[in-house]
């Protein structure tokens, strides 16, 4: 609690990000979760991760990816940018059995990367980050190197890799998310800052959220990786959740199943 008192005592409160026209986004059914891609596309799950919707923002077209259990949780875009990574949840005898598949971006052809199996033998493309036995787990070319910046007897969530491969993104529960070097060195505390996602390599969006039995409060936030800038993008009439950004355009979810894109500019 210490940590939070600090930072909202010294908030590194600015102006730099532009916030323009907010849409909501038709989506047919309560959508969650939505994952912003760089072409102008949207995905999104249902409250429970089952099933994946991609969404032309453009024309509002939407096509089902999967429909599979688990399919919108923790989706992943290749390195080049050209596919959607995805799990495909299922239950044998009682036992959770995962898969993965890819859709291509560009000819919106499915592959299968994995036939279910207890365990993920898939390896992604690139460097990323995962969370393994409450420490991050980094791969890069197949190897894993284990890291607990924070020192050990911590449990770290919402692990990610800057898209330059320099830097790792994270989540101590209980206390805060920081940014550090890509080896756990140097980590820098952006004080409370929910499932936090990279915009760029300089800026980062998360959600700060309180609910009580009475109501939600939730707002979306960004901030600079050094802690010198952090600025809530929306209006307190909407419970705003689990954001996803690029540079010029912010997607989140509501409570209520609703999806709406923000168009932004960031003046560094």
Known sequence: MALVSVFMAFPAICQNVEV?????????????????LDDGKVLTTSADYTGLVLTDLQNGKSHVLS???????????????????YKECSY???????????YALENGASRRLQVPQRSRSVDFDGVYA?????????????QKTVLAPNGEHRRYIWPSVSPDGKKLLYTVSGVGTYVCNIDG???V????LRAPKWVNNSWVVGMENTTTEEMSVSAVVMSKIDGSC???????????MYPSA???????????????????????
């Open 130 to 142: 995962v969370s393994e036995d409450l420490k991050i787990s980094v791969y890069r070319n197949g």
């Open 20 to 36: 323009g026209t907010m849409k909501k986004i038709e989506t047919g059914s309560p959508a969650y979760y939505p994952v912003l």
């Open 189 to 192: 505390s952006l004080g409370i």
């Open 230 to 240: 952090r600025q809530t993008l929306t209006p307190s009439s909407i419970v705003a």
């Open 92 to 102: 044998t005898t009682g036992r959770r059995m995962v898969g993965y598949s890819s």
């Open 67 to 85: 429909a599979a259990s688990g399919a919108g949780y923790n989706v992943r875009v290749s390195a080049d940018k050209k596919n959607v990574i």
């Open 185 to 187: 060195s140097s980590p």
């Open 246 to 268: 690029t540079e010029h355009c912010v997607a989140f979810s509501t409570d209520k199943g609703e999806v709406y894109c923000m168009e932004i500019n960031i003046n560094e």
